[in-house]
């Protein structure tokens, strides 16, 4: 054959593979694991540092959105900082577009199935408008879950940061020394504490955007203590220990309490749960037997006030059997 062939085909080879790492790199570079951690780390120090203003703008334009246009109008809705914050604090990757995205698709696809079906139009309209608080409510229930997490840690990093004193390390070492050897999600804030210090931020406005970051009641103590204690002195450790213990004692009291409650709360979700199951399996038995509570005015107002009533009974028992210790 023709040399030119030959040489073609080479050429041809090369470049597709050229053209495939090219890809494998932009990909890593923009989606890998390295670039992870980084936009990790930069979102954390922006929902929660106190550093310069300047600074902080630029981190928030990187986070809240990756399109220009969308990021002004985001910026200029009020709280959206308090948003950010309490998505940061759920351990989740999603940006505030994304959360408002999803908020705004769900009920619309919900709305276009709807027509497809002969679901009464208001019992549409309530499925959508639940669906559109499905995202925050996985937020807030990621959230809650990353927080209890948090706490169960706190005891042992109490422990830790004391052993590393006595040890003869400096209190910003065991800081990093948390940050390197505890397991997620606790080693993950210290972490990001340490690199604040390492950054040039004084170790009070640090432990302060820790508190900001992690609104615990436990770790507020351990940032006053901390704090008072680097002002009056001190031995540091001890007062850690004596921490660890009253957070040991009073998990150890809650979680008594909390079994206590459990039959509690399992008769305010059956008691919660059962008319609408009710309501369900009737509509499947019989369709027809329920059209008077949206076709005649009295049913209306009659689901109205069953609706408020269950809205205050279900109030009423959440009340009763949260128990704060």
């Known amino acids: ?18 053209a495939l790492e090219g890809g494998y790199q932009w990909w890593n570079n923009r989606h890998g694991p390295a670039a992870r951690r980084i936009e990790s780390r930069i979102r954390a120090l922006s929902a929660g540092g106190q550093v310069h203003k300047e600074r902080l703008t630029i981190l928030k334009q990187r986070m809240l959105s990756e399109s220009e246009l969308l990021d002004k109008l985001l910026m200029q809705m009020p709280r959206i900082q308090t948003l950010d914050l309490w998505i940061q604090q759920s351990g989740l990757k999603w940006s ?9 698709v769900l009920p619309a696809t919900v709305l276009a199935l709807s027509t497809l079906t002969p679901i009464p139009t208001m019992f549409a309209a309530l499925g959508a408008l639940f669906t559109s608080l499905l995202p925050f409510l996985h937020v807030s229930r990621r959230r809650s879950k990353r927080l209890r997490q948090l706490e169960r840690q706190l005891p042992d990093v109490a422990d830790m940061i004391s052993r590393a004193l006595r040890a003869g390390h400096a209190f910003s070492s065991a800081i990093g020394m948390v940050g390197t050897e505890f397991a997620e999600p606790m080693g993950g804030e210290f972490r990001i504490t340490f690199d604040e210090i390492n950054y040039g931020v004084a170790l009070n ?19 006053i203590a901390v704090l008072i204690q680097r002002e009056t002195g001190g031995n540091l450790a001890e007062i850690l220990d004596g921490i660890a213990t009253l957070i040991r004692e009073r998990m150890k009291l809650f979680d008594k309490i ?3 409650s459990a039959e509690g709360k399992l008769s305010a979700w059956i008691l919660g749960l059962l ?4 309501a369900g399996l009737m509509m499947v038995l019989n369709p027809t037997f329920l ?31 949260k128990i704060r210790v």
């Open 258 to 260: 909390r079994v206590l």
């Open 205 to 223: 406005e640090a432990l302060m955007n820790l508190a900001t970051r992690v609104p615990i009641r436990d770790l507020r103590y351990f940032v």
């Open 96 to 104: 505030i577009a994304r959360l408002m995205g999803t908020a705004l």
């Open 275 to 278: 008319p609408f199951v009710t």
């Open 291 to 321: 059209e008077v509570l949206w076709q005649d005015p009295a049913g209306i107002k009659v689901v109205e006030m069953v609706v408020f009533s269950m809205l205050c009974g279900v109030m009423w028992m959440r009340r009763i059997v």
């Open 1 to 18: 054959m023709n040399p030119i062939f030959y040489a073609f085909a080479v050429l041809l080879f090369l470049a597709v593979v050229l």
